[in-house]
């Protein structure tokens, strides 16, 4: 078993992110998973992502606010525990619309090639 304690994790930049602080909790390091890595997302009032999309699929969980997602000219509001996951080369957009803080944690498979 490896522990990573959250005083431990390093924040890291998404691209095509705004407003938006993620740090993460587990991956890209020795001894941490061999097949994703665990991110987690604090989005300001506003901030948000895309639109784009990643050649592997990724699973968001929002824990506290709301985020709006927009996929295929469709918007989905997820709340506190709701979770959707975004599939391969899916074109999204994501975005904070309300005033308080929305964190969401990430988890993304590793890009081929890429292991911890």
């Known amino acids: 078993m490896r522990v990573k304690r959250f005083h431990e994790a390093k924040p890291y930049d998404a691209p095509n992110h705004r407003g938006v ?17 665990v991110g987690l997302s604090q989005f ?40 959707c996951t975004i ?6 957009e994501i975005v904070n619309r309300r005033n308080d803080v929305c964190t969401m944690l990430v988890v993304i498979p590793y890009p081929p090639g890429v292991t911890s």
């Open 21 to 37: 602080v993620g740090l993460r909790l587990q991956g890209f390091e020795p001894g941490g998973p061999t097949n994703q890595w």
């Open 44 to 83: 300001l009032p506003g901030g948000g992502a895309g639109p784009d999309s990643t050649p592997f699929e990724k699973v968001y969980v929002v824990l506290a606010g709301e985020m709006t997602i927009m996929v295929d000219g469709k918007e989905t509001v997820l709340g506190p525990y709701d979770s």
């Open 87 to 92: 599939a391969p080369n899916e074109i999204r």
